[in-house]
């Protein structure tokens, strides 16, 4: 059974937890800014990509080496062996970047990877002239950081933030795999009350449901890696099988989110029905100002307004302020809030136990975490 060198990909500040994600499934790792590498067989393919919720990809290397001139670029690209990936009539777009490198033109180093590609390919399968490319795709991409190249397949397709579940969204909505870091990070467990007060779309109430119950974040999507002929259809399915005797489907959650927008709570509704969550999560128009705490050491998560539109400022440090004042009369509960403004813990009205920086999408932020005292 061939092993393969494997990379999880994740916004920068998250490697650990993704780390921690692969080390679960038994793979021993190696991590960089924005990398976790390790290796594994077919199936380790699948399981990432089925288990994997803070990760963006999981792409496969094809080959590392170093080049400076198109020529090294090309014969070093064409003595992998491609033929162990890429069947006759693969389809195989290639992507590309390059960044404080000799070879700086991305067009032409595509384009040689490609030629380096095609001739390895009719060589190993005794053909001439351009290949077909009508079958299962995978997407390849050159990547040259420092005149190191590193070629890889991405094995994932759509990033894996999309879980299948979100029908809809408002303006700015939180990406899947942050909101389960944002959860993961505070250490939650399903026997304690969770909340968010500000939930949007729901994206966090329902990856908090998701780990509540242990469900595979991506149970309910494909995966490019699928159409390949080398994973067998019989992988996939002992993969599907083991994430559904591992999910605690009878797990009782006490889970909820609100938001002063009724239509956010309707689409957070509709998003909670499509990931299989209709009566599980507790939804409610409420102001921030109205919000009920219930309970002794539950856990608040929330991704409040950054203020970045005109106007908006004021907003976002006014309900900064009215958090900190609900969240005061409730000293067993912890709160974590992400957020970009430099002034949150004046305005909260106390300093955070601790911050993490993490990176929404382009936003620099900082993860405030206040820490309850259990009762």
């Not at 095609?118 to 351009?130: C, D, H, I, M, P």
């Not at 006490?254 to 998003?271: C, Y």
């Not at 955070?352 to 900082?366: E, H, Q, Y």
């Amino acid at each position: 059974m061939n092993e393969y060198k494997l990379v999880a990909t994740s916004a920068m500040g998250l490697e650990s937890l993704v780390a921690d994600e692969v080390k679960a499934l038994g793979y021993e790792t190696r991590t960089e800014n924005g990398k976790v590498f390790f290796s594994g067989d077919a199936t380790a393919i699948a399981r990432a990509n089925m288990w994997l919720r803070v990760a963006d990809r999981v792409r496969i290397i094809a080959g590392e080496f170093h080049a400076k001139t198109f020529d090294e670029l090309f014969e070093r690209t064409k003595a992998i062996p491609w033929e162990m990936y890429l069947p006759v009539d693969a389809a195989f777009p290639v992507a590309g970047k390059s960044v404080k490198s000799t070879l700086f033109s991305v067009p032409d180093c595509q384009a040689i990877v490609k030629k380096a590609i095609v001739e390895r390919l009719n060589s190993a399968y005794k053909r001439s002239g351009f290949l077909p490319e009508s079958g299962p795709l995978f997407k390849l991409e050159v990547s040259i950081l420092k005149d190191k190249v590193t070629l890889t397949i991405d094995s994932s397709g759509t990033g894996l933030h999309r879980r299948g579940y979100r029908v809809g969204q408002g303006d700015a909505p939180i990406k899947e795999t942050l909101a389960a870091a944002l959860v993961k990070l505070t250490r939650w467990s399903p026997d304690r009350p969770f909340i968010d007060p500000l939930c949007g779309s729901g994206t966090i109430p329902i990856e908090a449901a998701m780990i509540g119950q242990n469900i595979a974040p991506g149970t309910n999507r494909e995966f490019l890696s699928e159409q390949w002929p080398w994973i067998e259809d019989a992988v996939w399915n002992r993969v599907r099988e083991e994430a559904e005797d591992l999910a605690k489907y009878d797990q009782q959650l006490a889970i909820s989110g609100s938001d002063s927008d009724s239509r956010m709570i309707r689409i957070s509704e509709e998003n909670a029905a499509e990931a299989g969550f209709v009566d599980l999560i507790n939804w409610e128009v409420k102001d921030l100002r109205d919000i009920e705490i219930q309970g002794l050491n539950g856990v608040m998560v929330g991704n409040p307004p950054y203020g970045e539109r005109i106007g908006e400022l004021e907003e976002a440090e006014e309900l900064t302020r009215v958090l900190g004042d609900v969240m005061k009369n409730h000293p067993s509960w912890s709160v974590y809030m992400i957020s970009p403004l430099e002034n949150f813990e004046s305005l909260y009205g106390r300093k955070a136990t601790r911050k993490r920086k993490l990176f929404n999408g382009f936003i620099r932020t900082d993860y405030y975490q206040y820490w309850g005292k259990r009762q």
